[in-house]
């Protein structure tokens, strides 16, 4: 299991996949937990918000800078023990055999939910997506498609999310960034 400073030095960066960026996101080690009705959904949802519904020993989220063709993204990294990351997955994908559509207490609502094939990565994936409505008053609903991988290496979560804001076909998480991270993890493990 990776501490704090080991899991930093196992994210990838710009130093690893220099035409990207990689801009850390401040986060305090919690549950980070928002609630969505209906409650079924709520591994989706933390997945969708880079969230560990099971206290991580470490945590590291990023924003992914976009590259020519793609979205960019965002990722997290979450140190648990082995069983917890496996359950993780696990409740994902009974999630997924239920969940349609869920709405959090704060923010927005999400439809379509669709599981797609597992990517087969690291020691248990799992991959899905959705769209984001975005909504007020006055206008018709903007629904923002967004894709999500979770990676199960050893005791780490890997989450990569992705949302295509200029709305032209599916979002996709970007590959380079997934391969890069997967080895280093990999690496870090040994």
Known sequence: M????????????QEDLPRRTFDALLDPISTDRSPVDPALCQAVADSVGLASWILPKARVKQVI????????GSMALASHTP??????IRQVRTAMGSCNAFKPAFGFTYEGVTALPDPKLGDES???????????????????????V??????TLATFQAANIRRDGQAVV????????LTKLANAAR
Request: proline share 5%; aromatic share 2%.
């Open 2 to 13: 990776l501490g704090q400073r080991e899991l930093e030095q196992a994210a990838v960066s």
């Open 83 to 88: 069983a917890d990351a496996a359950r993780m």
């Open 174 to 181: 970007p590959r380079d960034v997934v391969d890069e991270q």
């Open 126 to 148: 799992v991959s899905f997506r959705l769209l984001q409505v975005l909504s007020s008053e006055d206008e018709k609903p903007l629904k923002v498609p967004v894709t999500v």
């Open 65 to 72: 800078g976009s590259a020519k063709g793609d979205h960019g």
């Open 150 to 155: 979770l990676v199960r290496v050893g005791a």
